[in-house]
């Protein structure tokens, strides 16, 4: 398990700021800013009610300053009593509109920013789901995964710290400089003689924050996706002893990132200290030409407090923006590699203009000529042609590699043929919509994956139009009932993830009752009565004979006792179909199924000879043989 290939892009083609969390944009992309209107437009009045709310917090701030001036000169220097308690209560009333009004303007961002973020991430999700199978071959889980966790979470900066704050900063600073401006010009240009070298600073500190950014973002998504593979391959970690090797790897890529974090606090906290320091050596030069002029009797008392007031509120708007760079960056960072998912465009998508729709299933297959390749230069299908009639039970064998899976993945439409034409029920499967075509071939994998929830949500699958009475009956249908029953909630027993309290048999019943639920006019089985229990296969086989009954099905199988009984087997050998016939047929031609045969039940040279081993070590003997529930009536060779 390659730390460096977890940290890796997609495996093809060029990278993209989908793929690569290097990738790091303007600090501010006007094209980005305009696609993600779409979705602060419907939050608008939520912002207008922040904008205004910083406002009415500015307007607060920046009138106590000059409250304390009229206070000392007014009041405490001329010796005057009078008034001050009306003062105080002005000041006093600036605190809490100001107090009042901040939470008003942060919840109405953070809001904002939240509706925004729900809306974007649920966006995302959808299109994920609409997305192909060869998209997921090429990017890995982890990545994907902190496209739609980490890199929108960053967006809540850009609401909380980011648009509005701008905006206020700026107008703050000015409305400051206007103000000491007009209190005393020459005091004025002396506290903005630090400003130049805050500039300076921002910007030299400026690239090396964007690089450290750069690296936190590749090693969060490098984390991601080792405990995404780490995590799902734990049963053979530890079957294999390999904890400690993926310690190790988890210790170095958790390394960089501590690492990666810990250079930006030292550029973040090096860059506040300097900003604190100019701020303190701006303070002193305030207070020692300010004092100069009122001993000059050039400057009042309270305007050089009042100076001191601004200056600390001027030095934090500035420092605020020159954080807000980096906010920004990671916002724009994020919304390009967001943006970049979201225009992938899925390649097997439903025709605009779709075939006339029979309105009965028949299950009649064609595979005409087929040619597949995942890759361009490694094709797994030669000119593939087969038909499967309506009703017929047809198996496919092979060893590994020999392109079985592709057919289902073809079938199904998860991949579209590179060359030929696959027809169900004389229709080109491009030509029907993409929820007609899978509502019509059920599949029932070696895998069986089952979601968090109950055992009556597995089995309806998200059809919401399935009534508990039909799920029953399904379940009834295939001996999953007894077993549900057992459980102590029935059919509302919670389903742990993937399935971790039920047994494999268990899981094997709840995914024959999904398919019969659902009513497909063709079945595809893939290895999907391997890895059970002789107490359970029993079950299996009825349930299959149930499954199986007035459908099409195409049976994929590894082990050759299962499909002995099946109308025709189909024999692929490195892409090609090289025989076809029936399990007696074939053993007598003596070709490939033949050596496949006697290499699953270790027949010597004298039973291929045509001695009397097989009738000894028939597939009824040798595995449980499913010839029953296929075709009764078929004698095993």
């Not at 909380?160 to 007009?182: E, F, M, N, P, T």
């Not at 924050?209 to 049963?235: D, F, P």
């Not at 779709?354 to 040619?371: E, L, M, S």
Request: charged share 20%; glycine share 8%; hydrophobic share 45%.
């Amino acid at each position: 398990m390659s730390a460096a290939r977890l940290g890796g892009a997609g495996r093809t083609g060029a990278r993209t700021p989908a793929d690569d969390d290097r990738v790091l944009g303007k600090a501010y992309d006007a094209r980005l800013a305009r696609r993600l209107r779409e979705y602060i437009l419907p939050e608008r009045w939520l912002m207008a009610l922040s904008v205004t709310l910083m406002f009415v917090v500015m307007g607060a701030q920046l009138l106590q300053p000059y409250l304390i001036k009229l206070l000392i000169d007014d009041h405490i220097v001329a010796g005057r009593a009078r008034g001050i308690g009306r003062l105080a209560l002005v000041f006093l009333a600036m605190v809490a509109i100001e107090l009042t009004a901040r939470y008003g303007q942060i919840y109405s961002m953070e809001r904002t920013g939240q509706n925004v973020i729900l809306a974007l991430r649920q966006r995302l999700f959808a299109h994920l789901q609409r997305l192909d199978s060869s998209f997921f071959d090429r990017y890995p889980v982890g990545r994907l995964m902190t496209r739609v966790t980490t890199d929108i979470e960053s967006l809540a900066d850009l609401f909380s710290s980011g648009v509005v704050s701008l905006l206020g900063d700026s107008v703050k600073l000015v409305a400051i400089i206007a103000i000491l401006w007009w209190l005393d010009p020459p005091l004025a240009l002396v506290t903005l003689a630090a400003a130049p070298v805050l500039f300076l600073l921002s910007y030299l500190f400026r690239s090396r924050i964007r690089t450290n950014y750069r690296e936190v973002r590749a090693r969060i998504a490098r984390i991601n996706a080792y405990l995404q593979e780490a995590i799902s391959g734990m049963l053979l970690v530890q079957l294999f002893r390999r904890e400690r090797e993926n310690e190790a790897e988890f210790r170095g890529i958790n390394k960089d990132h501590c690492d990666a974090e810990l250079t930006s606090v030292v550029y973040e906290s090096s860059f506040s200290a300097l900003i604190e320091l100019i701020g303190t050596l701006a303070t002193a030069l305030i207070v020692w030409y300010g004092g100069g002029q009122i001993l000059r009797g050039a400057l009042t008392f309270g305007t050089l407090v009042a100076f001191l007031e601004y200056s600390g509120r001027f030095f934090g708007p500035l420092r605020d923006l020159s954080s807000f760079y980096a906010v920004m960056q990671a916002a724009m960072a994020s919304l390009e590699r967001i943006f970049a998912l979201l225009d992938t465009r899925p390649a097997i998508i439903s025709p605009a203009a779709t075939a006339p729709d029979p309105g009965r299933q028949v299950g009649r297959i064609d595979f005409d000529r087929v040619r597949f390749a995942y890759h361009p230069d490694q094709p797994v299908l030669h000119g593939v042609s087969f038909r499967v009639a309506a009703g017929e039970k047809v198996a496919v064998v092979g060893a590994t590699g020999a392109g079985k899976t592709t057919l289902i993945k073809l079938l199904i439409r998860l991949y579209d043929p590179t060359g030929g034409v696959i027809r169900l029920d004389g229709i080109d499967l491009r030509d029907l919509p993409l929820a007609s075509l899978r509502r019509r071939i059920g599949v029932v994998m070696q895998d069986h994956v089952l979601i968090s929830g109950t055992i009556a949500s597995n089995i309806a699958f998200g059809d919401r139009a399935l009534s508990r009475e039909a799920i029953v009956e399904a379940a009834r249908l295939v001996h999953a009932d007894p077993f549900i029953r057992s459980l102590p909630r029935g059919y509302d027993e919670p389903v742990r993830e993937r399935g971790g309290n039920l047994s494999v048999g268990q899981k094997q019943l709840i995914s024959f009752a999904r398919a019969l639920a659902y009513d497909p006019g063709v079945l595809v089985l893939d290895e999907a009565t391997s890895s059970v229990d002789s107490e359970t296969e029993a079950l299996i086989q009825d349930a299959l004979h149930r499954l199986l009954q007035g459908r099409s099905a195409v049976i994929i199988a590894h082990r050759l006792a299962t499909i002995v009984g099946a109308d025709r087997i189909l024999v692929f050998h490195h892409g090609r179909l090289v025989e076809e016939g029936t399990h007696a047929a074939l053993l007598r031609h003596g070709g490939i199924y033949r050596r496949l045969y006697d290499l699953q039940f270790g027949l010597d040279e004298e039973a291929r000879q045509g001695r009397r081993a097989p009738a000894a070590s028939s597939p009824a003997e040798a595995a449980s043989d499913l010839s029953a529930v296929l075709r009764p009536e078929t004698e095993p060779v």
